[in-house]
C-alpha cells in the first residue's frame, strides 16, 4: 500500500537483511539454540571427561559383566540416563551430536558444490545442453536414494575408500579407522544424493538472470564463460542459494538418522543422534528416555534450523515468500 | 492437450528402461554379488551359481537378456524368495503400503489445507502460530521417532490402539498420522504462504473493491491461485512418500513394499530392486503427469500443445 | 440525496500504517470535497497518499498495517467511516466504484472474463445469471469490446493490457454507480491506449452522469477531464484548486515543479526535461517543518522549522505554503506577460 522508493545498494542489501533476520524473534531463538548446540557439542564431551572423568564410551562401575540390565534411568550422575551397555547417554549424545552437525554441513557443503555448479552450467548454456541436463536431474530423481547411497557406499567402502576420505579421516581419527573414513564417506554420499533441488533452484535464477545487461557488459568485455558463471553469475544468486542451503541441513541431517535407523548409517563404537534415537527405539516401552533424548536434542536443532532457514528467506527475499 | 498427455505417456516408458539402466549399472558397480555376503564359497559351486544365473556371459549380453525381458513386463523371479516372481511379490506387497501412503497423504492434504488458509486469513493470530509452530515441529521429528511416541501414548499409556501390524481400520490410525505428519505440515506450510500471497494481490483488492463478502473473496478468487504450490508439492511428496513408508512398515510391522524394497537392496536381489525400481519410477512419471494436468485445470493461462 | 448536490466530502481524513520503520503517515489531514457530475483530479508522486487516501475513502486499506485513524468521509450523505463493514459492501461496487492501476494484475487470472462482470450485478442488482450475462455482454459492447459476445467468455490473459482496462472500467461501471474512483488507470498503458481510455472515462462519464476521482502523477492525464485539482505531497494538500486556474496560476512551488516537468513538445526543443531535484521524503521520518523544504527552490529559514499555513489565495484556491500569497503573485504576472504559457520563468536558473 504504501509506495516507497528504496535505494538498493550493494551492501545494504546484505545489511538490511541481516536487520531484519535480527527482528524476527523465531530465526534470533534459533540461532540462539543452534550457537549453544555447537557449543556444547564441541567442548561438553571434554568439559565431562575432565569434570567426573565420564566419556562416550565409559561404562559406570556398578555394572557388572553379568547383568542383564544396564540402563539406568537419568540421575544426577548421568542426566539422560545410560543406554543399553550402561554408557551416560548424555555424554553420548554430545559426541553423538558432533557428528550429526557435521553431516549436515559437510554433506551440505557437498550438495551445494555439485548443485550449483550444475545448475548454474545448465541455466547458462540453456538449450539442448540444459534440456539433456534436467532430464538427467529428473531420471535420478525417480531412482530410490536409498539405493544411490547403498551403491556408494558399497563401492567406496572398505578397500576403495578414495584418498582423500582416507586422508581426512587420518587426520581426525588417525590412520586405519575404518569407522571415520565410513562416516566421512557417509557425508560425501548424503552431499551426492542432495544436489538435486539445488541444481533446479539455482537454474531458475541463472535463467532469469543471464539476460540481464551486466552479462552483456561482461560478455562484451571477453570474459570467459566460466567468469560469467561463476563471477558474475553465481554471487547474485546468492540469496536464494543460501535460503535453500539453511533447508538443505535438516533435511540431510534426517535422512542420516534415516539411514543410522535402518542400521546403515553410522556405525558402533560412533554414534549419532539418529543412531542413537535408533537404539532407543528397540526398548521404547521399557527405557524410555533412551528414545527421548537423542529424538528431542535432534529435534530442537532441527527445529532451529528450519526457523532460522525461514528467517533467513524472508530477510532475504522479503517480496516473495515462496518454497 | 490429448497430444500432449499422449506424448508424455509415451516418453515414459524409454524413461523408465532408462532409470533401470542407471540402476542396474548402480547394482554392478557395486562390489561383491547377491551370494557373495556369505561365506567364500568353493570355485566349483561358485561357477555354477555363475552359470544358473547367466553371470558367466559378458556384461552386455546380461544387460541385453535382462532389458529384453523388462520390455516385455517380466523381471524374472526375486534371487532371496526364490522362485516367486517379482511381479508377484510387488502385487501382494503393493496394497500395504499404497493404502497407508495415500490415505497419509489424504489426511495431510486435508489438515494441511484447512490449517494453512485459517492461518493466512487470521494471520499472527493465536491460530496462525500455534499451527506453525506445530508444522514447524512436524518437520523436525523424525518418523522414526514420532511413530514410537505416538505407539508409547496412544497404544501402550491409553491402550486406545493397536500399537502394530496390519489389522482392522484402528490398525492404520498410528501409522497413518506418522507418514502423514511432515506432508501435514508442509502442506499448512505451503497453503499458507500461497494464501498470503495470493491475498496480497491486486485481483483480490479488485474483488474486495466489488463489495463481495470475504468469504466469497477467498473460496472464489482466492483459493485458486493460494494452493498452486501444494500441487506442485505433490509430485515429490509422492516420490518421498516410499522413504516414508519404509520407516512406518518398520516401526508398525507391515508388510508392505518399502520393507521389500530395503531387503531387496540389502540382499542384492537384482530383479527384486529393479522391478520396484521400474515399478515406482512409472508410478511417479504418472503422478507427474497428473500434477501437470491438473495445473493446466487450475491456471487456464497455462497452455499444453 | 443532500439538497447541496455533493456526492463525497472527506474531513481532516488521516490515515497511518504501522510499519517496523515507525508510523507512516501516509495520508495526513486531507480534505475534499466532490459535487455530483464533477471530476476530480487528485495529483503527486508515488508516494505521496494519494492512492492511500482513495482506498480509505472504499475502506479498502489493509487493517493491520494500515488504520484510518481520523477524519469522516461522507458518502451522498452516509458517514462510511462509521458504517459496519456488511454496509460498506453494500456501497462498494454499486454505489461506489474503483479501477486500478495494473489491469495485468488487477483481473483474476484464474477465472473468465464473464465471471468476474456476472458476479457484480447479481451481487447488487439481484440479476438471474440470463440477466447477468446479458448485461455483461452490453457492458463489454459499452466500453468497446469489439465481438463481445464471443470475448466474454475468455479469461484475462487473452486479452491485451488496453483491453483488460476497458474490461475493468466495464466492471465498475456494471452497477451504474455515482461514484468512480480511477486509481492511475493508464498508467500501465501504452502511450496511444491511454489517450482511448481517458477518451472512454470522459465519454462515459458524460453518459452516465457519473462522479469521478481521477489519480495521477501526471498533470498531462488531468489537464482536459477534470474540474478541480488536489495537488498532494507527502500525505498533505499542497495545493487545491479549479483545474484551469491551477495551471494558469499556481500559488505552490512544487505545483510549479510538477508543472514544469510536463514534457512540452511545442516548446524549447533540444532543452533538458526538468526535474525536481531531490526524492520524495520519507513519510515515517517527516522535518519538523514543510516536507518539501529541501527540494524547493525558494527555501527560507522558516520553511524548515515551521510547518507551513493552508492560505486562500483566490476563490476555491488554497495553497500550502508559507510564501503562498508570493507564489501566486509571481503566477499572476507571468500570466500576465506571457499570456498563453501557463509555466512561468520566474523559477528558471
Known amino acids: 500500500m504504501v509506495e516507497k522508493t528504496e535505494q538498493i545498494k550493494g551492501t545494504s542489501l546484505w545489511r538490511d537483511a541481516w536487520r531484519r533476520l535480527l527482528k524476527n524473534r523465531l530465526a534470533v531463538f534459533g540461532m540462539i539454540v543452534l550457537a549453544l548446540m555447537i557449543l556444547l557439542v564441541a567442548i561438553g564431551p571434554i568439559v565431562i571427561r575432565l569434570t567426573t572423568g565420564i566419556t562416550a564410551d565409559y561404562v559406570p562401575s556398578q555394572v557388572d559383566e553379568g547383568d542383564l540390565v544396564r540402563s539406568f534411568p537419568p540421575s544426577l550422575k548421568h542426566p539422560m540416563g545410560t543406554d543399553e551397555a550402561g554408557r551416560d547417554l548424555f555424554a553420548r549424545v554430545l559426541q553423538g551430536g558432533r557428528i550429526s552437525l557435521m553431516v549436515g554441513l559437510i554433506s551440505t557443503l557437498v550438495s551445494l558444490l555439485v548443485g550449483v555448479s550444475y545448475g548454474a552450467i545448465a541455466g547458462y548454456l540453456g538449450g539442448r545442453i540444459d534440456n539433456i541436463m534436467m532430464r538427467i536431474v529428473d531420471m535420478i530423481y525417480a531412482i530410490p536414494y536409498i539405493l544411490i547411497v547403498i551403491v556408494l557406499l558399497s563401492i567406496f567402502g572398505g578397500p576403495n575408500t578414495p584418498a582423500f576420505i582416507a586422508s581426512l579421516s587420518e587426520t581426525f581419527g588417525g590412520a586405519g579407522n575404518q569407522g571415520l573414513s565410513q562416516i566421512f564417506l557417509l557425508f560425501f554420499s548424503l552431499g551426492l544424493i542432495s544436489w538435486l533441488t539445488m541444481a533446479r533452484v539455482v537454474r531458475g535464477q541463472i535463467l532469469s538472470l543471464k539476460n540481464e545487461e551486466f552479462v552483456l557488459a561482461a560478455k562484451a568485455l571477453g570474459v570467459s564463460t566460466f567468469g560469467i558463471i561463476f563471477r558474475h553469475l553465481v554471487p547474485n544468486a546468492l540469496g536464494p542459494v543460501i535460503v535453500y542451503a539453511t533447508l538443505t541441513v535438516p533435511s540431510i541431517m534426517l535422512s542420516e538418522a534415516f539411514l543410522s535407523f535402518l542400521g546403515m548409517g553410522v556405525q558402533a563404537p560412533y554414534a549419532s543422534w539418529g543412531s542413537l534415537a535408533a537404539d532407543g527405539i528397540k526398548n521404547i516401552s521399557i527405557f524410555p528416555w533412551q528414545l527421548i533424548f537423542p529424538g528431542v536434542t535432534m529435534a530442537l536443532t532441527l527445529f532451529s534450523l528450519n526457523f532460522l532457514g525461514d528467517g533467513l528467506r524472508d530477510a532475504l527475499d522479503p517480496q516473495t515468500r515462496k518454497f | 492437450m490429448l497430444s500432449f498427455i499422449l506424448r508424455r505417456l509415451l516418453i515414459i516408458i524409454p524413461m523408465a528402461l532408462l532409470v533401470v539402466t542407471m540402476t542396474w549399472v548402480l547394482i554392478r558397480a557395486a562390489p561383491g554379488n547377491f551370494y557373495s555376503s556369505e561365506k567364500t564359497l568353493p570355485p566349483a559351486i561358485e561357477a555354477n551359481i555363475r552359470r544358473k544365473y547367466g553371470l558367466d556371459k559378458p556384461w552386455y549380453q546380461q544387460y541385453l537378456i535382462m532389458m529384453g525381458n523388462v520390455v516385455q513386463g517380466d523381471f524374472g523371479s526375486s534371487l532371496k524368495y526364490q522362485g516367486e516372481s517379482v511381479n508377484d511379490i510387488i502385487w501382494r506387497h503393493l496394497p500395504y503400503s499404497a493404502t497407508i501412503g495415500f490415505l497419509a497423504y489424504l489426511v495431510a492434504l486435508i489438515v494441511g489445507l484447512f490449517a494453512g488458509i485459517v492461518a493466512a486469513l487470521k494471520q499472527n493470530s493465536m491460530f496462525d502460530y500455534g499451527s506453525m509452530a506445530t508444522a514447524m515441529l512436524g518437520l523436525s521429528v523424525p518418523n522414526f521417532v514420532l511413530g514410537p511416541i505416538l505407539v508409547l501414548v496412544f497404544a501402550l499409556g491409553l491402550y486406545w490402539l493397536p500399537p502394530a501390524r496390519w489389522g482392522g481400520p484402528s490398525s492404520l490410525v498410528l501409522p497413518v498420522l506418522t507418514l502423514s505428519a511432515i506432508y501435514m505440515a508442509y502442506i499448512a506450510r505451503l497453503t499458507r504462504a500461497g494464501m498470503l500471497e495470493v491475498m496480497r494481490s491486486d485481483y483480490i483488492r479488485t474483488a474486495r473493491a466489488k463489495g463481495l463478502n470475504e468469504m466469497t473473496v477467498l473460496l472464489k478468487h482466492a483459493l485458486r491461485g493460494g494452493i498452486v504450490p501444494v500441487v506442485s508439492f505433490t509430485g515429490p511428496a509422492l516420490a518421498s512418500l516410499l522413504a516414508g513408508t519404509v520407516v512406518v512398515e518398520k516401526v508398525f510391522a507391515i508388510p508392505g513394499l518399502g520393507n521389500i524394497f530395503i531387503q531387496a537392496v540389502l540382499n542384492r536381489d537384482e530383479p527384486l530392486i529393479l522391478g520396484i525400481v521400474a515399478f515406482l519410477s512409472i508410478l511417479i512419471m504418472i503422478f507427474n503427469l497428473l500434477v501437470d494436468i491438473a495445473y493446466g485445470v487450475l491456471d487456464p493461462r497455462i497452455r499444453y500443445e | ?349
Open chain 3, 1 to 349: 440525496m443532500n439538497s447541496n448536490g455533493t456526492i463525497l466530502s472527506v474531513t481532516d481524513l488521516r490515515t497511518y500504517f504501522h510499519t517496523e520503520d515507525g508510523i507512516v503517515k501516509a495520508v495526513d489531514g486531507i480534505s475534499f470535497e466532490l459535487k455530483k457530475g464533477e471530476t476530480l483530479g487528485i495529483v503527486g508522486e508515488s508516494g505521496s497518499g494519494k492512492s492511500v487516501t482513495n482506498l480509505s475513502v472504499m475502506r479498502l486499506i489493509p487493517e493491520p498495517p494500515g488504520k484510518i485513524v481520523a477524519g469522516d468521509i461522507i458518502f451522498d450523505g452516509t458517514d462510511v467511516r462509521a458504517l459496519p463493514i456488511d454496509d460498506v459492501r453494500k456501497i462498494r461496487g454499486k454505489r461506489m466504484a474503483m479501477i486500478f492501476q495494473d489491469p495485468m494484475t488487477s483481473l483474476n487470472p484464474f477465472l473468465k472474463i464473464s465471471t468476474q462482470l456476472m458476479e457484480v450485478t447479481r451481487l447488487h442488482l439481484g440479476h438471474t445469471k440470463k440477466q447477468a450475462y446479458e448485461h455483461a455482454i452490453n457492458m463489454l459492447q459499452t466500453v468497446g469490446i469489439p465481438e463481445a459476445h464471443e470475448r466474454i467468455d475468455n479469461y484475462p490473459h487473452e486479452f491485451s493490457g488496453g483491453m483488460r482496462q476497458r474490461v475493468m472500467i466495464a466492471m465498475a461501471l456494471s452497477c451504474d454507480p455515482e461514484l468512480l474512483i480511477a486509481d492511475e488507470p493508464t498508467t500501465a498503458l501504452d502511450v496511444t491506449i491511454q489517450a482511448q481510455i481517458l477518451e472512454l472515462i470522459k465519454d462515459l462519464k458524460k453518459r452516465m452522469g457519473t462522479s469521478v476521482i481521477l489519480i495521477t502523477h501526471d498533470l498531462g492525464v488531468v489537464a482536459g477531464m477534470t474540474d478541480k485539482i488536489i495537488v498532494m505531497y507527502a500525505g498533505k494538500v499542497f495545493e487545491q484548486a479549479p483545474t484551469r486556474e491551477l495551471f494558469a496560476t499556481p500559488a505552490n512551488p512544487y505545483t510549479k515543479g510538477l508543472l514544469k516537468s510536463v514534457p512540452d513538445p511545442a516548446h524549447e526543443q533540444g532543452k533538458e526535461l526538468y526535474q525536481i531535484p531531490g526524492l520524495p521524503p520519507d513519510v515515517a521520518h517527516l522535518p519538523p517543518g514543510c516536507p518539501f523544504a529541501e527540494r524547493c527552490y525558494r527555501v527560507e529559514e522558516i520553511c524548515r522549522t515551521d510547518f507551513p499555513p493552508f492560505v486562500q489565495v483566490n476563490e476555491g484556491h488554497h495553497s500550502l505554503c508559507h510564501f503562498a500569497e508570493e507564489v501566486y503573485a509571481e503566477s499572476n504576472a507571468v500570466q500576465a506577460d506571457s499570456g498563453s504559457n501557463p509555466v512561468g520563468g520566474a523559477n528558471d536558473g
